[in-house]
Structures are given as C-alpha cells and as structure tokens.
C-alpha cells in the first residue's frame, strides 16, 4: 500500500509548480489588462519560493544518495543545452526574443538583481530538483509498480520509460517537443546508467545553468 505522505511529498511541489503557471495563464487571459505583460514577474518567484519550500520541508523523504558517474551525467547535462539551442544558435530559426525580461527594470538596481537571482534559483536548483524527484524518482517507477519506493532507482521497463518521455516532452510547448523529446531519452539514459536520482539532478541543473547563461548573453528570453 502507498504511504500517501511519501507519494504527496514526490508529487505536491510539481502540481504546485504546474498550478502557479496555469495561474498565470489564466490571469494573462482573463485578469486585468495591466496585469498581461506582468503576472510572471510575482509568479515566477512565488513558485521559487514556495516550491522550493515544500522540497525543504520533505527533503529527509527524497534521501538523495552521492551522486555516482558525475562526469557523464554533466557531459549529456551540456548535450542537451546544446540541443536546445541549436535550432537558433545554429539552423536559422528566428531568435526567441518574447518572455521573461528583467530589463524591465533598471540593470544592476536591487530589484532587478533580486529578479535576476530568483530567475536563476528556479531554473538550476528548484526545476532539476522537482522535475527529476517527478518525473524519475516517482514517474518512472510507478508505472513498473504502483508501489514506487520499492523500485530501485534506475529499474528499466519499456512503458515506464515511453510513459516519462512523453510526458515530460508534451509538459513543454509544441515547438519544444522534438527537444524534450530528446531531453526526456537522455536524462534517463543517466538515471538508468548511473541509478542516481542525484546525478540527474546534477545533469538536469548543468543544462539550466548553461541555458541561463546563454540567455542572458542573448536575450532570448523565450528560452527562460
């Protein structure tokens, strides 16, 4: 039987995350017109703070081990940056110019710096830690048993590895899904040669770093 704090503490800091940006869509369409262009700028850093909170307060639950095969999970972390943006750095597809730009505010201003830090915070330490305790520490072994916890970290089975890499593919706008197709195969390629829920991490937050880097240096903020 599933003990439903466990399967709560795997699951919750994800719905919150997909829940604040469904907020956000929904006061994009349906709130005030003043509030179009500016919902993210208070949603983005709710869901840093309060995602990153829930993980905190189960933190003990997830008992993340020491990250094993380090160097190849960092190597396919920097892949798939590259495979993200190839398509603009590379193939001539229009730079992605529209999102979240804190050059709304004055650069090097407090707020902008609090901005630019929370921006950061969310991609390269809250995402990897809550996509990857969903999406491969819970996702993938539910559905070899329901039973999850007794799966051991890395166990193979065809539908729970089409099952993740769709999801998390189609959890991503359409024109993204070729890369989080991609994205989805090769981060469980690491959880499946390193049987490492941390070393996914790793190689998950690697790739944001990167991206968030390149982002800055370009300003293309779509990619955020």
């Not at 940006?21 to 993210?40: D, H, I, R, Y």
């Not at 993980?55 to 999970?73: C, E, M």
């Not at 890395?154 to 099952?163: D, V, Y």
């Amino acid at each position: 039987m599933i003990n439903r704090k466990r399967l709560f503490a795997f699951v919750a800091p994800m719905a919150l995350f997909i829940g604040l940006l469904a907020l956000n869509s929904a006061l994009k369409q349906f709130g005030p017109a003043s509030w179009s262009q500016s919902t993210e700028y208070w949603i983005y850093p709710a869901q840093t703070l309060l995602c990153g909170a829930l993980l905190l307060v189960f933190w003990k639950i997830y008992a993340l081990s020491t990250p094993r095969g380090l160097i190849f999970g960092l190597t396919i972390g920097a892949v798939v940056f590259l495979l993200w943006i190839a398509p603009q750095a590379w193939l001539g597809f229009a730079p992605r110019t529209e999102g979240f730009n804190p050059e709304v505010f004055v650069a090097g201003s407090p707020v902008y710096l609090v901005t630019v830090g929370l921006r950061f915070l969310r991609l390269v330490v809250v995402v990897p830690l809550l996509e990857e305790i969903f999406w491969r520490g819970f996702l993938l072994r539910y559905f070899v048993d329901e039973n999850f916890e007794q799966v051991p970290i890395g166990r193979f089975t065809w539908l729970s590895f089409s099952i993740v890499v769709l999801a998390f593919a189609f959890s991503h706008s359409r024109p993204d899904w070729p890369a989080a197709i991609a994205t989805g195969i090769l981060y469980n390629v690491v959880i499946y040669r390193t049987k490492s829920l941390s070393t996914c991490v790793l190689a998950h937050a690697a790739t944001n770093l990167f991206l968030g880097i390149w982002i800055m240096h370009t300003r293309q903020w779509g990619f955020w």
